[in-house]
């Protein structure tokens, strides 16, 4: 099934702030998960989805970089690139706004952290069926397993917490929050409950920043540039805009036709309502639905628990994910999932069990990886030990170094006799002989700044 009504954008040009420890110098998309860079998991969705081509929103100066990245992974889909400027610090709704000219109609938009092997068709039939102004996606925060993050300040599995009103007869998204937006208690409008009377309040589920939207709200966020993200700002809007409708326009009077069209096209509603012949269409042709006559439209979605589904946006969360793809990569990929071991590895480890390898890495004899990603790249000398890790592109691993439970970022090398576990090792840090380390950051001065 395909969806020429429907263009697909993957949002791929955040750096990261909330690991900077793991992102500093780095395309954030193109962290390891797995034996693939973290942006081939949205892609591929869209291409088991149905969607033939998406376009990529990077920052100029990443471009390449990501391009080539995605050239060798197996996908079909076809990309198109749209560039952000590299000093700029574009939200998900500003990013949209200035790629506008690349957006013809209504749009899928899915973040490059977001994995899953849920297909997005039944997100489209909701879409669809409701003429709904934005269809959402949430996930099940209790089918993530507890792990625990390497660093110095090494906890279990958390999340922040949201409040997530659904209605249940009509999957409408009424409310929206966080747990931190409130004391010990939260008042809900009347006008909502004389609306919608009851509806569901949920608490451990969360966005996953994938949204199908109808063209029109691209228009609109053009035209007002007042709001900087989707989650945060665009949704709560349109949530409360539900309960609204147009104002009647002004008596006109001599003089003052452009004036009242400056005031219509600050109004979400001038963009929402479609004009007079295809809202007369859409009433003959749309079958009746729960509160069908309303304007705007926002649904929600919770991913079933059939389906594994997170976003890559904490440290927590990249371990788990990590941790997850390994040990059921052929149950989450289909059924005919790509290797694991890349075919241009050079692997002569005999004591693997759950790992993944990806291109031009060398591991050397008696060597032991179990529960492990290795990226890009890397050199594994003999004699080590590692369990339970992410190795990303060029680290170098000398011999006789245990390794357990760290995370080891680009171009980092360790040191042979070196035994550390539950730490970060930065970007092009040199961890010297015979290190003994455990819960610590191990990174130059710059990789430490908290953004």
Known sequence: MSFPSIQAVVLAAGTGTRYPEL????????????????????????????????????????????????ERTPLSIKVDFATLPADSDFG????????HHKIDRD????????????????????????DASIATLFYDTENLPAVTIPGPKSTKHQNERELVGIHSASNRLVFTGYFSDFDQSFDVSGKLLRRFGRFSMNTKILDSHVYIMKKWIVDYLVSCRSFETIKNEVIPHLVK????????????????????????MDDIFHYACDGDVARKLNEKTNKSTPYSEDIIKVFAQVLPKEFFGLRVNTVTNYVAANRILLADWETLMGPTPPALISP?????????????VAENSTIGEKTSLKNSTIGAN????????????????GVTIEEGVTIENCIICDNAIVRQGSVIKNCIVGRFYVVQDDTKAEKQLLAHSEACIEI
Do not use: W
């Open 344 to 356: 241009s590895a050079n692997n002569k480890c005999t004591q693997m069990n759950l790992c993944a």
């Open 107 to 130: 749009i899928v938009v899915i973040s490059c952290d977001f994995i899953s092997n849920y297909h997005l068709q039944p997100l489209v039939a909701l879409f669809d069926e409701n």
């Open 92 to 99: 998900t709704a500003e990013s949209l706004v200035h790629i």
């Open 241 to 264: 805009k539900q309960l609204s409708k147009p104002k009647p326009p002004p008596e006109m009077e001599a003089g003052a036709s452009e004036y009242n069209v400056n005031v219509r």
């Open 378 to 393: 890397c050199t594994i000398s003999l004699k080590t030990r590692i369990t339970d890790s992410v190795l990303m592109k």
């Open 23 to 70: 992102t500093s110098g780095v395309p954030k998309c193109l962290m390891p998960v797995g034996p693939f860079p973290m942006i081939f998991y949205p892609l591929l969705t869209l291409q088991k989805s149905g969607f033939q081509d998406a376009t990529v929103i990077v920052l100029e100066t990443q471009r390449s970089e990501i391009q080539q990245a995605i």
